[in-house]
């Protein structure tokens, strides 16, 4: 798993979710938190990339704290 920086367009300089997502391989966990990344986002990007390629993801919150888990 690799987080990704958006190298251009609006989101130049922070995580880019969806490219982030892209990398994990099943099993993986990325912890963030929500200063970082909003929750909405992450579950947003796992919902449209999952759809797309058939890769599922767990997404849990406890506080600012969110760990992001890849099941297959």
């Known amino acids: 798993m690799q987080e990704i920086i958006a190298d251009k367009g609006m989101g130049f300089g922070r995580v880019s979710v969806l490219r ?3 990398t994990m391989q099943a099993g993986e966990t990325w912890n963030t938190t929500a200063g970082t990344v ?18 599922r993801f ?9 760990k992001v888990t890849r099941i297959f």
Do not use: E, H, P
């Open 20 to 22: 982030t997502l892209a």
């Open 58 to 66: 767990s997404i849990s919150t406890q506080g600012d704290d969110i």
């Open 38 to 55: 909003n929750v909405q986002t992450i579950r947003s990007a796992a919902s449209r990339y999952g759809s797309l390629s058939g890769t």
